[in-house]
């Protein structure tokens, strides 16, 4: 065991009118609630003087070269000797004497503890309106909801968490999504994950900030998009699929089809089978996300991600799609011959030669989507090819 209890870890990218007090509020607690600490600095290649003044505050520096708040924190926690973690900002706008309540929460067996935010204080000016209202609470909801976690403050930047929840993570992300796959990855974990109200305070004026409300939301929602896809995509794809399949069987098949007195056409057929071709492309959609995901280490190996590992097998696949496209091609003709029959007498294509025509280019298209996909599947099982 190590002797150092908890190690706070600062990621730093020119800070120098705030670190110093950063690093002694943080020795102050240490101080005050007897816990055996270290403050580790990682200096992110500022051009300030951040590092000379975190090292005369007694902080350890580390100087990290990759830029990105991701590459810093995780460098910082590497390089961390204590059984509990806990990061912060050197902006000085999280408040360092609230340490305690989060060492209290892991030691009671937490296994990441998120800062609150909004549960807590927030002084006038902390945050812009635009982050209070709509930015945090929106991305917070959509977490919640697509990864079953209850927290209030997903963009928090103050947290908790102890060396064995920190390993299981297996956190990749260098930019600042890194603060979204810690909790997506803790909650698709169900870890034990617990949460303290905490104060935010604004950052000194002049600072240049480095988040962009717009660009950096974006980059979140997108990350949070990507960690889900089974759900996400699969799932919706998957529905979609088999509604459009069975609305357009239903059309074809029937006389006269009447939905709440309204009679509904071919031409609906042909909305419906477009709807299914969507809902297939966003379940391969979904499997190559999940592909990727667990093969980057974003995500852990799932029911997909084996089955395609151990069943996915390109030419069975092809030779399915090609009999579906060649299938389609071949009523493709036939229908071509028929209109060939009534060619310039328009009022004389029956209904059966339309039907036929909304199939046959349906299945055309079932097999070429099928075909391709299936390449591309096969792509990812590239590299064991060539090795
Ligand atoms: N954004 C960013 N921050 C870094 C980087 N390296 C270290 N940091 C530090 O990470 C912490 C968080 O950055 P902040 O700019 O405070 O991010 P924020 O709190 O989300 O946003 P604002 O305070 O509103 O700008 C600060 O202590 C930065 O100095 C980096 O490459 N990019
Ligand atoms: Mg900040």
């Not at 290649?45 to 003087?49: A, E, I, N, Q, V």
């Given at each position: 065991m190590s002797a150092i209890e908890l190690s706070v870890v600062i990621p730093c990218l020119n800070e120098e009118r705030t670190i110093g007090v950063c690093v002694k509020k943080c020795l102050d607690v240490f101080h005050d609630h007897k816990i055996q600490g270290e403050v580790v600095v990682v200096d992110n290649?500022?051009?300030?003087?951040s590092a000379e003044i975190a090292r005369?505050?007694?902080a350890r520096v580390i100087a990290h070269d990759i830029r990105g708040y991701g590459a810093a924190l995780m460098r910082g926690i590497t390089e961390a000797k204590g059984n509990y973690l806990l990061m912060a900002d050197a902006d000085n706008t999280y408040d360092f004497y609230d340490i305690p309540k989060f060492v209290g929460l892991l030691k009671s067996g937490a296994d990441l503890v998120m800062g609150s935010r909004l549960r807590g204080k927030i002084s006038p000016k902390a945050m812009p309106w635009l982050h209070r209202w709509v930015g945090t609470p929106v991305l917070t909801a959509i977490l919640n909801l697509f990864f079953g976690s209850k927290i209030s403050d997903v963009n928090c930047g103050m947290r908790g968490f102890t060396r064995a929840t920190i390993t299981r993570l297996n956190l990749k992300c260098r930019g600042m999504e890194f603060a979204s796959e810690m909790v997506v990855k803790a909650a698709q974990r169900r870890m034990n994950i617990k949460e303290t109200p905490i104060n935010y305070y604004p950052g000194l004026p002049g600072r240049t900030p480095n988040l962009?409300?717009?660009r950096d939301g974006w980059r979140h929602l997108r990350f949070m998009l990507m960690m889900g896809p089974k759900y996400l995509f699969m799932l919706p794809g998957a529905l979609l699929f088999v509604f459009g399949l069975l609305f357009s069987g239903w059309l074809l098949l029937t006389e006269r089809a009447m939905i709440f007195n309204i009679p509904l056409g071919l031409s609906t057929a042909i909305f419906a089978n477009a709807l299914a071709l969507t809902g297939l492309q966003v379940v391969f959609f979904g499997v190559y996300a999940i592909i990727f995901n667990t093969?980057?280490?974003?995500?852990?190996?799932?029911?997909?991600?084996r089955w395609a590992k151990k069943y996915f097998n390109l030419e069975a696949w092809l030779l399915a799609g090609s009999v579906i496209l060649?299938?389609?091609l071949i009523s493709g003709a036939v229908t071509a011959g028929l209109l060939y029959q009534v060619s310039g007498h328009m009022s004389e294509i029956s209904i059966p030669v339309t039907k036929l025509a909304i199939i046959s280019i349906f299945l055309f298209l079932l097999g070429i989507q099928?075909?391709?996909s299936s390449f591309y599947l096969s792509l990812f099982n590239l590299n064991k090819t060539l090795e």
């Open positions: 290649g500022s051009t300030d003087r005369q505050a007694k962009h409300t717009f093969s980057t280490g974003l995500q852990e190996e799932d029911s997909v991600s060649f299938g389609g099928i075909v391709f």
